[in-house]
């Protein structure tokens, strides 16, 4: 998760500054928060508290809510750049989820044979174990799947609706596989609310996947404690 919600909140008086920003219909308290976390303050989650939350009647209220709060995403990624990314890929794992998409299995275990190698090497160097890293790989594979999915039902699923159309039957098991998802028209109805954003602020961050070298940024750990 990207954000901490706040359907409860407690924080320091003089932490909150100027509060909500008022000028955000949706998502403002994800910019609160994230603007208490670029201040240096610690935020923290408790799922042990339960808060009662209204929930729409009918499902086309459900879908309505989730439209408007799409179309927060483009007003927070102009707000904090780079805090909102609908997909990370790391390279070696994309590869190796893209080519087992596209029936292509000796790249896809080439691929993750050299980014787990290069991993190895990385953590020997730092003298980090490497016990059960081919099995944390194997895992970040399919963390890579299943938001890849996320991704396209949100996004782009009419596109890849119409590819299975012209496509032959790998081709329908890959896109029903990425597409299948119990909440399909909630995730599809919030995506639409993001390309609506994202087409009213003419920015269109909040929708681009990012590349990044690697999900575990080893050179940038450091043991400085959070001063408040």
Partial sequence: MAYVPTAALVVRREALGTGFDHTLRYGEDVDLVW??????????YAPS???AHARPATLAARLRRRF??????????????GALTPLVLQPGLGITVGALAARRPLVAAAAFAVST???????????????GLVGAMAGGAWQTWLGTGRWCRQFAAPAFLAAAARGGWWRRVVVAALLASP????????????????????????VLPTVRASFVPIDRYRD?????
Avoid: K, M, S
Avoid at 36 to 42: D, F, H, N, S, T
Avoid at 189 to 206: D, H, K, N, T
């Fill in 35 to 44: 603007r208490l976390v670029e201040a240096g303050w610690r935020v923290r």
């Fill in 117 to 131: 190698t290069l991993l190895a090497n990385r953590l020997r160097a730092r003298g980090i174990p490497t016990d």
């Fill in 183 to 206: 909440n399909l028209a909630q995730e599809v109805a919030y995506g639409a609310g993001v390309w609506a954003g994202c087409l009213r602020e003419r920015r269109f961050a909040a």
């Fill in 68 to 81: 408007h709060y799409g179309t927060t995403a483009a007003p927070l990624a102009r707000l904090h750049p």
């Fill in 49 to 51: 508290v339960h808060v």
């Fill in 224 to 228: 400085t404690p959070n001063p408040r």
